[in-house]
């Protein structure tokens, strides 16, 4: 089994991210961004890619997850939050996602790669609430 937490796999695992939203940007004119895949897919969205084509690209995210997971060794995660928390904090990235148009695939890869004014505000956004939420769990709850 490989190691899976090396650089030559971080910066593996980047080129194929950024390839890959290069690539469907180029061939089909759509960004990469997962929620607005979602959205696509639960028929929730009022524009986007075509159904066939979003369906295939949230299929392949955890087809593409499973088949590294054969191939490389897994590391060992240890959740210690509670079910409902977990919960709480899923439904509100959900509405974050909304609520700024596009989820940190779509502004963080996609966007920030286009020089898009809208993406790098909406990362330095997700970037900031991450680093406070950290912050303060760890340093101010000792959570």
Same mark, same amino acid.
């Given at each position: 089994m490989l190691e899976p937490l090396s %650089?030559?796999?971080?910066?593996? @695992?980047? #080129?194929?991210? @950024? @390839?890959a939203a290069a690539l469907l940007l180029m061939l089909t004119g759509r960004i990469a961004g997962v929620s607005g895949m979602? &959205? !696509?897919?639960? =028929? *929730?969205a009022d524009a986007g890619p %075509?159904?066939? #084509?979003? !369906? &295939?690209? $949230? #299929?392949?995210? %955890? *087809?593409? &997850?499973? $088949? !590294?997971?054969? #191939?490389? =060794? =897994? %590391?060992? *995660?240890e959740v210690k939050s509670s079910m409902p928390l977990l919960i709480a904090a899923g439904l509100l990235v959900g509405f974050g996602t909304r609520l700024g148009n596009g989820c940190t695939s779509g502004?963080?890869?996609?966007? *920030?790669? =286009?020089l898009s004014p809208r993406s790098i505000a909406a990362t330095l956004t997700f970037m900031a609430a991450a680093i406070a939420t950290v912050f303060i769990t760890r340093h101010v709850l000792g959570a």
């Open positions: %650089p030559v796999f971080a910066i593996g @695992g980047g #080129l194929l991210i @950024g @390839g979602f &959205a !696509t897919v639960m =028929r *929730i %075509p159904w066939k #084509l979003a !369906t &295939a690209f $949230i #299929l392949g995210l %955890p *087809i593409g &997850a499973a $088949i !590294t997971s054969l #191939l490389v =060794r =897994r %590391p060992d *995660i502004h963080g890869v996609c966007g *920030i790669g =286009r």
